[in-house]
Each structure stands twice: as structure tokens, then as C-alpha cells.
């Protein structure tokens, strides 16, 4: 049973580019977490997706980052025109029902804004 | 392969007991450590974090996590435990900015 998979691993853009982060997460799971982390600091929650649905994007900025989880493939977390201090660490988590236990999270994706 | 282990799957307490929640790495190298904490129905929150210096960290809600680095841990402790600790908890390595977590720790406190 393969854990929670992130891709890419590594991910460079220049700025005003698009980044896509993908997130599968493990079977049997429906709920998806976003979390970032900045550069010495810990995470900082994002979004909390359900399949189709959006259930909290309360640590979404509000321009330029969306996210979705369709009802088939993996959540997507998209950010829009990059800027450098978009560069962090982007950490999915996944767990089988509301937040509480049973969090897996992924190995993350390194985003690099040049 | 570079791993964090939290040798507790669910730990069972009774109020006032002390707590201590086992995490090893196999890193080498200098890292980052960390312990967050999820309560039911909540995100998850940083509890405390090691870069350098003092061994012996102090974090939030009286938790403290002692870094070995001869023995590769980084466990956490509080004398004693509330039932509003009831939660799981995460132990987290970074290395380069390379993070992973352990599985997590469930602990639940009877009152």
C-alpha cells in the first residue's frame, strides 16, 4: 500500500511562471491536506480539500494559489505568476476522515523560484 | 534509507502521569527536529523545534524534547499530562530542507 505520493520531488520555475504540485493520496483516503514550509520555520497549514470539495482554505493566500481534489486523479495545488519567496517546501498530507488521526503526510515538493 | 521512527503506535495514560514519546532518525549529517501536535478535529500545530544550541528544548503547554545526538532521538516529554493532551503527536527530521515525518504517536489521557 503505497503511502502518500508528491510530485515532483524537485520543481524549479522563474518567476511569473506556473507551478503544479500533485498530491495521490494513500488508498482508501479522502481527505487532503496542504502545508508549507518556509525556510527555518515549521508548517504552516494551507487548505484542507475533500474530493471535489474545498472544505478549509483558510492558509490559502489570497491571490495566485488555488487548489482542487477532483473526483478522479490527484489534489493539485497550483500557484500562479511565482515569485521567490514562493520557494518552500510543499507538504501533502492525507488521512481517511476529518483532521485528527491518522495523518500520513508525503516526502513533499521543493519548490525553487529563480 | 533516511527514515524517523516513533516506536509508539498508541500510548494510553492517566491524568497526571508523565508522558515520554520515543523519535529516532537515521540521518547523518546536522538536522532540524521537530514535534508537532494534532488535537481532534484541528490541524496540526508546531509544539517545539530544535536548530542548534541547548539539547534540552522547551515548547508550548509544558512540553520539552531533549535532543541525543549520539543516539539519534529526539523524544519528547512532559511531567504531567492533562486530558486535553489527547492528541496525535508528529515528530518531524529536516535535513537541507529535506523534511520527513515519523508515523505519529496517538496518545489519549483518561480523566
Known amino acids: 500500500n503505497a503511502g502518500v505520493m508528491q510530485n515532483p520531488r524537485h520543481l524549479v520555475r522563474r518567476r511569473g511562471q506556473e507551478a503544479r504540485l500533485r498530491c495521490s493520496p494513500m488508498k482508501g483516503h479522502s481527505h487532503v491536506y496542504w502545508y508549507r514550509q518556509l525556510p527555518e520555520e515549521g508548517l504552516k497549514f494551507m487548505v484542507y480539500?475533500?474530493?471535489?470539495?474545498?472544505?478549509?482554505e483558510s492558509g490559502m493566500p489570497k491571490e495566485r494559489f488555488s487548489a482542487e481534489f477532483p473526483k478522479e486523479g490527484p489534489s493539485i495545488l497550483r500557484i500562479q505568476q511565482v515569485v521567490r519567496g514562493d520557494s518552500a517546501a510543499y507538504f501533502c498530507?492525507?488521512?481517511?476522515?476529518?483532521?485528527?488521526?491518522?495523518?500520513?503526510f508525503g516526502s513533499g515538493t521543493r519548490l525553487t523560484v529563480v | 534509507a533516511q527514515s524517523v521512527s516513533q516506536h509508539n503506535h498508541h500510548v494510553i495514560l492517566s491524568e497526571a502521569a508523565s508522558l515520554e514519546l520515543g523519535c529516532n532518525y537515521s540521518?547523518?549529517?546536522?538536522?532540524?527536529l521537530f514535534w508537532y501536535v494534532q488535537y481532534p478535529g484541528q490541524h496540526l500545530q508546531l509544539l517545539l523545534k530544535y536548530f542548534s544550541g541547548d539539547p534540552l528544548v522547551k515548547g508550548i503547554k509544558g512540553f520539552e524534547a531533549e535532543f541525543i545526538k549520539s543516539k539519534f532521538s529526539f523524544n519528547l516529554r512532559k511531567p504531567s499530562v492533562q486530558w486535553s493532551d489527547t492528541a496525535e503527536y508528529f515528530c518531524a527530521v529536516s535535513l537541507n530542507n529535506d523534511m520527513r515525518f515519523g508515523a505519529g504517536t496517538r496518545l489519549t489521557v483518561k480523566p
Open positions: 540521518y547523518g549529517g546536522t538536522v532540524n
Open positions: 498530507a492525507s488521512s481517511p476522515g476529518p483532521p485528527g488521526y491518522g495523518y500520513t
Open positions: 480539500l475533500q474530493k471535489e470539495n474545498i472544505i478549509d
